[in-house]
């Protein structure tokens, strides 16, 4: 068998799709606005297919023109713009044109009925208008003939020295749900959760930034 397919939007900077990578997935296809992002992910990984362009165009002129074959998707991920629904912002939601873009992601998803679907966000998002916005997004999802299921997850108790708190969407095609008997697992938390004293100390000394004291 062979690699997992993938379909990334907002892919940023390639952050998500080199974990992806990492984990067995081939990059069929990355959706970034940004000229600097997509730069970078040209730079980085000059064999990935990067469509530079507005996500709000691309959902509604289709995304399977971008892509090289007619194979299946396996998954498709991206972390849709979470500032609207970030504690350290004015948590406008779905007021603020940011907080729209799930419903792009949705039409794609839509479009290309990829096995799996695979989403991330600010855990704010869980409460935000009392978790109304939220259940919102799911019945969008759900709509679109998938099974959602998530979970707040902190980086720390996976091997980031870092306490970052973030949803994770899974949304799982409901013809095939119907198909398996088991449900979806989230992964359970290492049993130690690593310090900036452990990430840092095979760092040589060599490669640390010095400053020179007056």
């Known amino acids: ?32 606005i940004d000229k600097w992002a997509c730069k970078t992910l040209r730079k980085n990984r000059p064999h990935w297919n990067i469509i530079q362009d507005d996500i709000t165009k691309i959902s509604k002129e289709g995304i399977k023109k971008y892509l090289k074959d007619n194979q299946e998707i396996d998954l498709l ?12 912002g004015n948590r406008l939601g779905i007021d603020d044109t940011r907080g729209t873009l799930f419903y792009d992601y ?20 869980v409460t935000h208008d009392k978790g109304k916005t939220f259940q919102t997004m799911i019945k969008v999802f759900e709509d679109v003939d998938y099974e959602v299921v998530y979970k707040v997850l902190n980086a720390l108790d996976y091997g980031v020295a870092q306490k970052r708190q973030r949803v994770v969407i899974i949304g799982i095609r409901k013809d095939i749900k119907d198909k398996i008997k088991d449900e979806f697992e989230f992964p359970k938390p290492y049993k130690k959760q690593l310090t900036l004293k452990d990430i840092l100390k095979d760092v040589p000394p060599s490669a640390c930034a010095t400053y020179n004291k007056k």
């Open 106 to 125: 949705a039409l794609i998803l839509d479009e290309l009925k990829p096995k799996m679907s695979f989403a991330e966000n600010v855990r704010g998002l």
């Open 77 to 88: 991920s991206g972390g849709y713009p979470c500032q609207s629904f970030s504690y350290a």
């Open 1 to 32: 068998m062979g690699k997992y397919s993938v379909v990334e939007l907002f892919a940023g900077a390639g952050g998500l799709a080199l974990g992806l990578e990492q984990a067995g997935f081939e990059t069929k296809a990355l959706l970034e």
